[in-house]
């Protein structure tokens, strides 16, 4: 997910030229048709794993996005392209939760669970890297299509994977029925909340369609957590999301995936627009970011073992924080050392958090919650597309307050402003785990 998302924004726009999108807007839906359905449908699919089995979902998820992978790769026109990039975005739905899930019940929970989500963590990171650099360097070698044939590839390799290695034993099935209004009410509000956030920007936060899709996801998320109180088989027990250790770490995932993935673009429109680096160049300045954050998952379990999950969280968002913060200092010119330390400060304590929010959020809970849970922890990575367009929106603010100084000056104090609060968020966000995760319950030796 992590190289799909990276890699097809480098070729966004040879992506438009070759398939004739008539603008930059509609071109725009190439990411967003793959994001809505995925973070939409995390919930249902979160608990479909739970009730038919999570081997025989992640199979079916992994089959069905490389049949749309290639589909996509071979796509003629702009409308056989949004087809395919909403199948892979359902199909991702299937197989994020599921992966997740899959560790969590073949690994025991402590140090071997931890050591599993933290090399789930490094190839993530190595996928980042891959798609920001890799992108550029196939789509200027070969065309964009070869980012998404390259998927099929490993899509039939991990297909090969899972019906081979992973044990039948592993599927979980809950005697239980599927509760059908729950889904949809989950998934429409979902939709509209992550569409909404999507397209505000560039429709305007005050037109009717994004007011209009915040209110709908704002009454559909109620009337759902009012019907799953009185639900016999709630989609999301009340009582599993209340708890300490799932409602705190979901908050700190929210925060730390929130403020990089928005801090991420914050550094790309630094290096392009200020530095002017080309699109290849900027995929190159984040491999510190990737880097770190690939070590950092390779660390995480000992750190967590050393530090316990909520100090091992604590660490990972004061780090990450200052990181970002650091970023203050980013002149108009050069720079590159700082640039590196301050993304790869920002990668390493990310990953480190996001290890240890996931190993909190998943322990102490039955083999039967854990798709849920999954669920639950991969949310964040979609609903953090608020962190994204609140620090975009105080960049934008900004940077008008100082238009009088020149479009670059104006643009960097714009820049400054918003890596200077995402950073100022991890701090608070750090000392929020200290304060509510800090319990005898919240931390399992």
């Not at 398939?19 to 048709?33: D, E, H, I, K, R």
């Not at 789509?139 to 899509?155: A, D, F, K, P, Q």
């Not at 509760?179 to 305007?204: E, H, K, Q, R, W």
């Not at 924080?321 to 790869?344: K, N, Y």
Request: charged share 10%.
């Amino acid at each position: 997910m992590e190289f799909l998302l990276s890699a097809n924004t480098v070729a966004l726009p040879e992506i438009g030229r070759d398939l004739g999108f008539a603008s930059t807007g509609s071109l725009q839906w190439v990411a967003t048709a793959c994001l809505l359905p995925t973070a939409s449908l995390l919930p249902l699919f979160s608990r479909v794993s739970d009730l038919v089995g999570r081997r025989r979902l992640f199979t079916t998820g992994v089959a069905l996005f490389t049949g749309f992978s290639l589909l996509a790769g071979l796509a003629t026109g702009p409308a056989m392209l949004i087809v395919a990039r909403v199948g892979q975005g359902a199909s991702a739905a299937m197989i994020a939760p599921t992966a997740i899930a899959l560790m969590t019940t073949v690994f025991p929970e402590g140090p071997q669970r931890a050591k599993a989500l933290g090399v789930n963590g490094a190839v993530l990171s190595l996928g980042f890297v891959l798609g920001t650099l890799g992108g550029g360097v196939i789509t200027s070698g070969l065309n964009w299509r070869w980012t998404m044939l390259i998927l099929v590839i490993i899509g039939a390799l991990v297909l090969v994977g899972a019906t081979t290695v992973l044990p039948k034993t592993t599927d979980t099935r809950a005697p239980a029925r599927l509760d059908i209004a729950g889904a949809v009410l989950a998934s429409i509000g979902l939709f509209a909340l992550v569409y909404g956030i999507s397209t505000g920007a560039a429709a305007g936060w005050n037109s009717a369609s994004t007011l209009g899709s915040l209110a709908l996801a704002a009454v559909s998320l109620t009337t759902f957590l009012l019907l799953e109180r009185r639900h016999a088989a709630p989609l999301i027990p009340l009582e599993l999301l209340n708890k300490p250790t799932v409602k705190w770490s979901g908050l700190i995932g929210f925060i730390t995936l929130g403020m990089c993935g928005g801090t991420t673009v914050l550094l790309s429109l630094y290096m392009q627009d200020v530095l002017g680096y080309s699109p290849l160049a900027t995929g190159t300045g984040f491999l510190s970011e990737g880097i770190t954050a690939f070590v950092a998952g390779l660390l995480a379990a000992r750190l967590i073992d050393a530090l316990g999950k909520v100090g091992a969280m604590t660490t990972g968002l004061v780090v990450q924080g200052f990181g970002t913060a650091a970023m203050f200092l980013l002149p108009e010119g050069g720079g590159l050392a700082l640039l590196l330390l301050t993304s790869g400060a920002m990668g390493f304590g990310h990953v480190l958090t996001v290890v240890s929010f996931i190993t909190t959020l998943t322990s102490g809970l039955r083999d039967d919650e854990q798709g849920i849970a999954a669920g639950l922890s991969q949310l964040p990575q979609f609903i953090g597309a608020i962190g994204t367009a609140g620090l975009a929106a105080i960049a934008t603010a900004r940077a008008k307050a100082l238009s009088a100084t020149g479009p670059t000056l104006a643009t960097l104090g714009g820049l400054h402003t918003a890596m200077l609060t995402a950073g100022i968020v991890c701090i608070a966000g750090a000392l929020l785990a200290v304060l509510f995760l800090r319990r005898p319950t919240a931390e399992t030796h």
